[in-house]
Nanobody, 120 residues
Framework: VQLQASGGGSVQAGGSLRLSCAAS????????LGWFRQAPGKEREFVAG????????FYADSVKDRFTISRDNAKITVYLQMKSLKPEDTAVYYC??????????????WGQGTLVTVSS
């Protein structure tokens, strides 16, 4: 599985961005796709995940109610809609895949990162 992330950029606090992660290869209903981020000087952290089969989605507390993860089965793409962005959301965002099960926090595959910069 290959993952291609895009959509990063610079935005002012309170603004919105949408990240995309296009997947190629076999994706199963048991696959979970998700997003992580790594801010400068910090460890990579989980942001959001979604099961490919079904509609269950889950989020880190820090982004709940501001970020929405969704998927387009036809395009095999996962999106992360981010709103009410804060300077502390500044990070490189990575998409990831766990092929079997929901343990996205230990993914099997990583995509390249896309930089999100939020200015105050």
């Amino acid at each position: 599985v290959q993952l291609q992330a895009s959509g990063g950029g610079s935005v002012q606090a309170g603004g919105s961005l949408r990240l995309s992660c296009a997947a190629s290869g076999r994706i199963f209903s048991a696959t979970t796709l998700g997003w992580f981020r790594q801010a400068p000087g910090k460890e990579r952290e989980f942001v959001a995940g979604i099961r490919w089969g079904g509609s269950s989605a889950f989020y880190a507390d820090s982004v709940k109610d501001r970020f929405t993860i969704s998927r387009d089965n036809a395009k095999i793409t996962v999106y992360l809609q981010m709103k009410s962005l804060k300077p502390e959301d500044t990070a490189v965002y990575y998409c990831a895949a766990k092929m079997w099960g929901s343990e996205i926090r230990t993914p099997d595959y990583w995509g390249q990162g896309t930089l999100v910069t939020v200015s105050s």
